[in-house]
């Protein structure tokens, strides 16, 4: 199947700084992304819809200025976690939609620790 | 929006004993049930899926049905191993260019 990756897999950083999350579709063309965050025994919980070219949908909850989201090419999309807080500390995980296969990939994720 | 619900929490039988979980949904415009593996610490692996046009898909010792009158799905694991260990999320959604709206998840422990 196709591989999605996700660059820092891990990151820990202080209250107050800023982590970029790099999601990207390695054999693919993904139009659309999407990033979930994963809370320790809990579901995956949708933040927020990324297409290629446009300005990301975010899910009702999830502060777009905090959470900032770039989709520009059609193998990349960053998540940037803003002013990060201890409670931005979660598993956050991207998928892709292969256009040509009709599924969606996961990406292994990145587990963000705040101090 | 759509509400998934997914039993049983936890879920623990032998190795060689099978396994069920089942999934419900709301909303009548899904048409997509993918189900997923997820190890501790990793992403979520797509192990099989299911489209509406279609009641069961097979794969080896998987298998999924899925009843749209109803609005129930069901993953069947056959021969369970200890390596099936792992919890498991169902998910729903129009077509699987959607985002995906993800069951609460089953934690499977397969012992020998």
């Known amino acids: 199947g196709a591989v999605v990756s996700q660059h820092p897999s891990w990151v820990i950083c202080k209250s107050g700084t800023s982590v970029k999350i790099e999601c990207r579709s390695l054999?693919?063309?993904?139009?659309?992304m999407f990033w979930y965050r994963q809370f320790p025994k809990q579901s995956l919980m949708l933040m927020a819809t990324?297409?290629?070219?446009?300005?990301?949908?975010?899910e009702q909850g999830v502060e777009k200025d905090k959470f900032l989201i770039n989709h520009a090419s059609l193998t990349l999309s960053t998540l940037t976690v803003t002013s990060a807080h201890p409670e931005d500390s979660s598993f956050y995980i991207c998928?892709?939609?292969?256009?040509?296969?009709?599924?969606?990939?996961f990406g292994p994720g990145t587990r963000l620790t705040v101090t | 929006g759509e509400n998934v619900e997914q039993h049983p929490s936890t879920l623990s039988v032998q190795e060689g004993d099978s396994a069920v979980i089942k999934c419900t949904y709301s909303?009548?415009?899904?048409?997509?049930f993918p189900w997923y593996k997820q190890e501790l610490g990793k992403g979520p692996q797509l192990i099989i899926d299911?489209?509406?046009?279609?009641g069961e898909k097979k794969d080896q010792r998987i298998a999924v049905t899925l009843n749209k009158t109803a609005k129930h799905f069901s993953l069947h694991i056959t021969e369970t191993q200890p390596e099936d260990s792992a919890v498991y999320f169902c998910?729903?959604?129009?077509?699987?260019?959607?985002?995906?709206?993800f069951g609460k998840g089953t934690s499977l422990l397969v012992t020998p």
């Open positions: 998910a729903a959604s129009p077509n699987s260019g959607y985002a995906l709206n």
């Open positions: 299911i489209r509406s046009n279609v």
């Open positions: 990324s297409n290629e070219g446009s300005k990301a949908t975010y």
């Open positions: 909303d009548s415009a899904s048409n997509y």
């Open positions: 998928s892709a939609w292969d256009v040509i296969s009709y599924e969606q990939y």
């Open positions: 054999d693919f063309q993904a139009t659309t």
